[in-house]
């Protein structure tokens, strides 16, 4: 009830107010090996996060060779030296831990919640699998959670409703050396051909603590962790230098019009283009604008072309910064009866309008203030915290970003939001149509 009132109090505070700040003391050091550690204190409850993130992605990967990442998120649960096969997770659930991991395109994150006074227990776990994971290492482990890998690939992709949509954008997106081109899961093929060698030199090179940044946050003493850490962490060697994927300019010449037939009930289409990377002032600028336009009942396209014509099932927008390019992205399902051209002619109308008589500051402040609240909440967790330091750190540079993350979000006026999303938004993009089995016919047509 205390931190519900809080929230409730600072969100009335920053609507008759400014942008807030967020206030997150924390301690950064790094060990001999390069290994960045990050030490915050939160004794509002007797529990503590141990977050390892490693700056590895499915962006790292190479053509031909993706999903590595991703798949090292479940060799990484599979045991180490030191601890046998399949008693990482046992261990931790024995003393009632949350664990898990995640992959995005730009790092992988591996974690667990538990009691504090078990907090040398995640570090253990933590370090011997950075340090020796490849000894422990099979080909049958490997073969195994390839699978594991394709089968949830068939789950999420091939056999879900529009599931290879944002696949097929991407690949008309980007060029196919560009590392966002490919999805984080990898292709069937490549997940097939990948050999013991390769996921291991993958590993080798990647998985290393000067690759890697370490946060412990919650109920602890710093002074008694960091003995700890040096312990389990201190020994393993620093890897070698490798070449990170650099931002370089992306664009269409001309508009790419794709379709593809899925088991669905109702067509749906897909608008995007290629907009700001992560941690710019573009990327707060453009989630602004996606705010206005689909963001609650209010909203432009919302009570347009839901509520009031009825014409849609759902609508949304979204800005997607990521760490070496953006995206923006306008996702509309008709109603029944309704078509895919009907529904991009419906957005072109409304677009243009926004475009030639502007927004308000009242929906720029209603979307800021969403944010404020998002990043309030995202920090009141023990785990919020360490994940978001361990990510400010590397996407940004910089972990005290967690205390500045509305920074970019300061005096955003009318006329900005117009001219960045003019900027963005009158350049070429992909238009995808999903349609149902046989029905060609129902992709989006231009012009009519």
Not at 176 to 194: C, F, N, R
Not at 235 to 251: C, E, L, M
Request: aromatic share 10%; proline share 4%; with cysteine.
């Amino acid at each position: 009830m205390k931190v519900l009132l809080a929230i409730l109090f600072l969100v009335i505070f920053m609507n008759i107010s400014t942008i807030a700040q967020i206030d997150v003391k924390f301690e950064q050091y790094n060990l001999d090996n390069g290994l960045t550690v990050i030490l915050h204190e939160d004794h509002n409850a007797p529990v503590a996060s141990v977050t390892v993130m490693y700056h590895v992605g499915s962006k790292n990967e190479k053509p031909k060779r993706t999903g590595f990442a991703h798949l090292f998120e479940h060799m990484m649960f599979q045991g180490s030296q030191h601890v046998g096969d399949n008693e990482h997770f046992k261990l931790l659930q024995e003393v009632g831990a949350n664990v898990n991991g995640f992959t995005q395109q730009d790092g992988t994150t591996y974690f667990e919640v538990l009691p504090s006074n078990f907090v040398e227990l995640g570090l253990y776990l933590e370090a011997d699998r950075m340090g020796f994971l490849l000894s422990a290492m099979t080909q049958e482990k490997l073969d195994n959670q390839r699978d594991v890998v394709k089968n949830e690939r068939r789950q999420n992709y091939e056999n879900r409703p529009y599931g290879l949509a944002d696949e097929k954008i991407a690949k008309a997106l980007y060029p196919a050396t560009h590392p966002y081109s490919w999805p984080v899961i990898g292709y069937m093929e490549d997940l097939s051909a990948a050999s013991l060698d390769d996921v291991k030199d993958f590993f080798k090179t990647y998985y290393a603590p000067n690759n890697a940044c370490l946060v412990v946050s919650g109920d602890i003493n710093p002074e008694d962790v960091k003995p700890m850490i040096q312990k389990y962490f201190g020994s393993i060697p620093k890897g070698n230098s490798f070449d990170r994927p650099q931002a370089v300019p992306v664009s269409l010449e001309k508009e790419a019009r794709i379709f593809y037939e899925d088991k669905v009930q109702l067509p749906r289409l897909n608008l995007t283009w290629h907009s700001a990377a992560g941690n710019t002032r573009d990327d707060a600028v453009m989630s602004v604008f996606s705010d206005i336009l689909t963001n609650g009942k209010s909203s432009r396209f919302y009570k347009s072309l839901v509520y009031d014509k009825q014409i849609a099932q759902s609508v949304r927008a979204s800005q997607g910064g990521s760490e070496i390019a953006g995206e923006f992205q306008i996702q509309i399902t008709p109603k029944p009866g309704k078509n895919l051209t009907e529904m991009e002619k419906a957005i072109d109308e409304i677009l243009s309008d926004v475009f030639k008589n502007g927004v308000t500051q009242d929906e720029i402040d209603k979307s800021v203030t969403g944010t404020e609240v998002q990043i309030v909440n995202r920090s009141a967790t023990v785990l919020g915290k360490g994940n978001t330091l361990a990510a400010s750190y590397f996407l940004t540079g910089d972990a005290n970003n967690i205390n500045r993350q509305m920074e970019f979000y300061k005096n955003i006026t009318p006329k900005e939001v117009i001219e960045v999303a003019k900027k963005y938004l009158q350049q070429p993009k992909v238009v995808l149509s999903v349609v149902p089995l046989g029905k060609p016919e129902l992709a989006a047509k231009k012009g009519e």
